[in-house]
């Protein structure tokens, strides 16, 4: 099944650099700390898991190596608004048909769109783990250019917001990778302790794998309370300033989102224990 996919990563460089007048920064700290990490299961990019993490990675398979074309990294200092965006674009491309953009300028995303256009994209996957990167407005325009060359997009806000959407493709890739909103599924003894925790869906940044490691052993009455603890040792990358499209910070949100998931698992295996 995953087979059929090719991967396209871009985002900015992850260095350390001050925009100067006239300058904005683009950081690519998500995906090269994060989002490469777990799509090769720590085997590239400078993300790092504890030894707990990586055992019980083991059970799965979650080196997605194979199926990743190219990362294109772009300079993460660039002016507020960049004149002939394509000369920022390599002349060659990877082929592919799905493209992660993260942590991009936007005249530099809309230039790729089109030429990731020419080289079989199908999907293209643009979240908001911080309100700079682009608004509602953007986003907008950049659905209008994928309609035009027949790509299905995303936005989610956090990347672990992601949910099937009903564009077949894109829903077709997160199954196949097991990406997007965590779902955990607990098994608890008689004696109340979860003896093990199934992954079915993990945050794209791999720390759903690193909460489920933790719950091992855990009472369920505390697993809520621990699964917190875990996710914030799991350093999220979203921003902590307030969007003002949602009146809330990108981090509070993704904090809930991953608070929702355990909270969902303990209640269902409570239904699943009065059976």
């Avoid at 199908?122 to 950049?142: G, Y």
Wanted: charge should be positive; proline fraction near 5%; charged fraction near 25%.
């Amino acid at each position: 099944m995953k087979g059929k996919f090719k991967i396209l990563l871009a985002s900015g460089d992850d260095e350390l650099s001050i925009p100067g007048p006239f300058e904005v920064r683009f950081g690519g700290e998500y995906v090269h700390r994060r989002l490469i990490s777990h799509l090769t299961d720590y085997k590239r990019g400078k993300g790092i898991a504890d030894k707990k993490c990586l055992e019980y990675r083991k059970r799965y398979d979650l080196d997605y190596s194979q199926y990743i074309t190219g990362i294109i990294v772009f300079p993460a200092v660039l002016p507020q608004i960049v004149d002939n965006p394509e000369n920022y674009i390599p002349s060659k491309i990877p082929q592919h048909n799905v493209l992660i953009a993260a942590g991009l300028h936007p005249d530099l995303m809309e230039e790729l769109i089109k030429k990731a256009a020419t080289r079989g994209c199908r999907a293209l996957i643009a979240p908001k783990e911080n309100p700079a990167w682009f608004d509602s407005h953007f986003e907008k325009k950049i659905k209008k250019l994928c309609m035009t060359y027949g790509i299905e997009c995303v936005f989610p806000r956090p990347f672990c917001a992601l949910e099937k959407s009903g564009q077949a493709f894109i829903d077709e890739f997160l199954k196949a990778f097991r990406l997007g909103r965590p779902q955990f599924e607990i098994k608890v003894n008689h004696r109340g302790i979860i003896e093990d925790v199934l992954v079915e869906s993990s945050a794209p940044c791999g720390a759903t794998y690193h909460v489920a490691a933790g719950l091992i052993g855990v009472k369920k009455e505390e697993a809520v309370e621990v699964a917190n603890k875990l996710w914030h040792c799991y350093a999220c990358l979203a921003s902590s300033k307030i969007d003002m499209e949602i009146g809330d910070s990108v981090m509070h949100l993704a904090a809930r989102i991953n608070l929702a998931a355990i909270k969902k698992a303990v209640e269902k295996s409570d239904w699943e224990g009065n059976e």
